[in-house]
């Protein structure tokens, strides 16, 4: 589990060859002295608020790297604070939501009507739920919300709340159905830093082909996808199994930097997808 997880580590990622088992073997070693350390975050928002998270400080812990914020989750952030009108009295699925920051941000600022939040890995989802606590949201009806009926994920029609109904998913990309997923029904679809690995290329996109026919209304939901560049090889792969599969994307306009980034600005691009 742990060598899976460093091999797919996003930083691990930009090499062409593969690690000696040594130097796993070594790296895992560090990693695991520091897999029960956490920190507390607060990262302040254009209003004056703030999200306030604890992290692991470990880049991979429990053999997950989803228990850190990457610079894709900080920029989408960013760019949908600039953009609340997508995002007010809608609701939203975030894709892969690792321990919370963007979709904390844009419940605090954007007013969604419903924030879904959504990963695989039950020890980040736990930990996900503790950060959506911790800055005042309450995940309903239990901290973890497994998708099963079309009928759990509708909202009363014309349904307006100051703050927003704020659901845990465990959402698993291979095994979810177009049912399952009809229940949800999305107006948006979010993602950070979710092609960093080949592996899930396939999977993501699979997801995305039921997300086109999940709403009764006929129409799709609106699809954004925030990827920070580290290997070009790997981030064309997903631009050309999204045009084998006849998904069409467009790059949006995204700020060069990130405000809630003090050192290096890494390339993040965001796509929007038309499913």
């Known amino acids: 589990m742990l060598r899976a997880a460093l091999f797919s580590s996003p930083q691990l990622e930009s090499t062409a060859a593969e690690p000696l088992d040594e130097l796993y073997e070594a790296l895992a070693d560090v990693l695991k ?5 956490h920190c507390y975050k607060n990262y302040l928002l254009p209003t004056g608020d703030c999200v306030s998270l604890s992290e692991s400080t470990a880049l991979i812990s429990g053999g997950t790297t989803g228990l850190v914020t990457w610079e894709a989750a900080l920029h989408l952030a960013q760019w949908a604070l600039h953009n609340p009108g997508l995002f007010r009295d809608r609701t939203i699925l975030e894709l892969g939501s690792g321990i919370g920051f963007t979709g904390i941000a844009i419940c605090k600022t954007c007013q969604p009507r419903t924030f879904i939040f959504s990963d695989c890995h039950p020890r980040v989802l736990r930990h996900l739920g503790e950060n959506i606590r911790l800055n005042g949201f309450i995940p309903e009806p239990d901290v973890t919300w497994s998708i099963q009926t079309e009928s759990q994920g509708q909202e009363v029609e014309g349904e307006k709340c100051q703050n927003p109904k704020v659901i845990v998913a465990e959402l698993d990309w291979g095994s979810v159905t177009e049912k399952q997923l009809l229940g949800l029904r999305a107006d948006v679809v979010i993602a950070a830093d979710v092609v960093y690995d080949p592996e899930i290329i396939l999977a993501l996109i699979g997801m995305l082909q039921k997300l086109s026919t999940s709403r009764t209304d006929g129409k799709a939901p609106e699809v954004f996808i925030a990827s920070t560049i580290r290997n070009p090889d790997t981030y064309q792969l997903f631009q050309a199994e999204l045009d084998k599969v006849g998904i069409r994307w467009q790059t949006i306009p995204a700020h060069s930097s990130c405000d809630f980034l003090y050192d290096v600005q ?9 499913i």
């Open 33 to 37: 002295e520091e897999e029960c350390s």
């Open 266 to 274: 890494p390339d993040v691009t965001i796509l929007q997808l038309f």
